[in-house]
Nanobody, 114 residues
Framework: QVQLVESGGGLVQPGGSLRLSCVAS?????GGWYRQALGKQRESVAI???????NYADSVKGRFTISRDNTKNTVYLQMNNLKPEDTAVYYC???????????WGQGTQVTVSS
C-alpha cells in the first residue's frame, strides 16, 4: 500500500521558518510540493525532478528550498521568511515510477500570522 505522511506544518509569525517533510513508503522517482489557500486553486510551489533539477513558483523563489533524502524516502520543503500570503494547506506529490501515477499526501496546514 502506498503511503505518504506529511508533517511540519503549524502556526508561525511573519519572517519565521518551517520545514515540511513528506515520508514515502518506498523509493521516490520525483516529487514536489503544492499548496491550496482558502478559496483558491491548488498551485505548484516547488518541484524536484528525478535528476535533481528544481523549479519554484515565482512567489517563493529565494525563500523556499525543496530537497530529498533518498535514504529516508523523504522530500522536504524548507520555508524561510514566511509571509501571510504563504498561508495554505501544503500537499506533497510524488511519483514512484516515471510513467506511473502521482500520489498525494494528506496535506498539512501552514498559517503565517502575527
Amino acid at each position: 500500500q502506498v503511503q505518504l505522511v506529511e508533517s511540519g506544518g503549524g502556526l508561525v509569525q511573519p519572517g519565521g521558518s518551517l520545514r515540511l517533510s513528506c515520508v514515502a513508503s518506498r523509493s521516490i522517482f520525483n516529487g514536489g510540493w503544492y499548496r491550496q489557500a482558502l478559496g483558491k486553486q491548488r498551485e505548484s510551489v516547488a518541484i524536484m525532478s528525478a535528476g535533481g533539477n528544481t523549479n519554484y513558483a515565482d512567489s517563493v523563489k529565494g525563500r523556499f528550498t525543496i530537497s530529498r533524502d533518498n535514504t529516508k524516502n523523504t522530500v522536504y520543503l524548507q520555508m524561510n521568511n514566511l509571509k501571510p500570503e504563504d498561508t495554505a494547506v501544503y500537499y506533497c506529490c510524488v511519483k514512484y515510477l516515471a510513467a506511473g501515477p502521482s500520489y498525494w499526501g494528506q496535506g498539512t496546514q501552514v498559517t503565517v500570522s502575527s
